[in-house]
Nanobody
Framework: QVQLMESGGGLVQPGGSLKLSCVASRFTSRVYAMSWYRQAPGKERELVASFTIQGAYTIYADSVKGRFTISTNNAKNAVYLQMNSLKPEDTAVYYC????????WGQGTQVTVSS
């Protein structure tokens, strides 16, 4: 069983920054990708950023390009999301996702962007 634990969420003013972290308890098989999703109230969960392990390929949602950066630390089984120039519309619960053939989710961390 893979457990993912997110941290780093909180309240920040517009224009501010936050860095989310996600650490996996252990990986029982090959990891294909690590990703961040978010879900705002009344909206569907959406992909924010994804890092494909083989080829080190990254993709970002158009709404976060140039502001968010996904990165990994394989030695720590961790994935990070650096979020800069935050906007109120970035307010959501952010979820870590690991694709090992089976999909695993973290419990989520709340990010609130408000003045």
């Amino acid at each position: 069983q893979v457990q993912l634990m997110e941290s780093g969420g909180g309240l920040v003013q517009p224009g501010g920054s936050l860095k989310l972290s996600c650490v996996a308890s252990r990986f029982t098989s090959r990891v294909y990708a690590m990703s961040w999703y978010r879900q705002a109230p009344g909206k569907e969960r959406e992909l924010v950023a994804s890092f494909t392990i083989q080829g080190a390929y990254t993709i970002y949602a158009d709404s976060v390009k140039g502001r968010f950066t996904i990165s990994t630390n394989n030695a720590k089984n961790a994935v990070y999301l650096q979020m800069n120039s935050l906007k109120p519309e970035d307010t959501a619960v952010y979820y870590c996702n690991a694709d090992l053939g089976l999909i695993y989710w973290g419990q989520g961390t709340q990010v609130t962007v408000s003045s």
